[in-house]
């Protein structure tokens, strides 16, 4: 999300995540002066996604889902059909919803899919019924998974992980 608002300065970037701490360290940097990187087009709301304020309905022309675990991926996979429902909730007509998944079996997902072609179809069951649509899917390479910016996404260049397939989505409606 910081590398967004940096990236794009004329953009309002909101970082949503349903435990503060999770945004703790991004918020501050966020909110340093502007001279010391501090980036004023950003902010944080503290939200689950199922659950989130009435006044963000409608307003994003892209929502960027970045390794989600627990019930955000649940719901990402048709394992929760109010988080999908959030988080469509949150795009503007015509806008996008980017999803960048990594799914395992020892996720403990329980019937839910984690190999790539089975999550493709899942993602478009999951948001199909909320007008958004799949029209792109494929496993990410490790420079997008870098691109991402996320801790998660470096744990995972490290690591190695052969046995989480990470697959980038994007629906549009």
């Known amino acids: 999300m910081l590398a967004t608002a940096a990236a ?10 349903a435990d503060a ?26 939200a689950a996604v199922e659950l989130l304020p009435v006044e963000l309905a409608g307003l994003a022309g892209s929502v960027t889902v970045q390794l ?11 394992g929760r059909p109010d988080v999908a429902a959030g ?17 395992a079996p020892r996720d403990r997902l329980a019937e839910l899919p984690t190999d790539a072609d089975a999550v493709r179809t ?10 958004l649509h799949v029209v792109e899917g494929h496993p990410v390479t490790g420079s997008e998974l870098r691109a991402s ?25």
């Open 21 to 46: 701490a999770s945004m703790a360290e991004a918020s501050r940097r966020a909110a340093r002066p502007e001279r010391r990187g501090g980036l004023p087009n950003s902010c944080f709301i503290v």
């Open 8 to 17: 794009e300065p004329t953009t309002l970037a909101i970082g949503i995540d």
């Open 68 to 78: 989600p675990w627990g019930s955000l991926l649940s719901g990402c996979l048709g």
């Open 87 to 103: 988080l469509v909730g949150l795009v503007a007509p015509g806008g996008t919803l980017e999803l960048l998944l990594a799914p």
């Open 122 to 131: 899942a993602v478009g069951r999951a948001f199909g019924p909320h007008g």
């Open 149 to 173: 910016h996320s801790t998660w996404a470096k744990r995972l260049l490290a690591t190695g992980d052969a046995d989480r397939a990470v697959i980038r989505l994007r629906l549009r409606s």
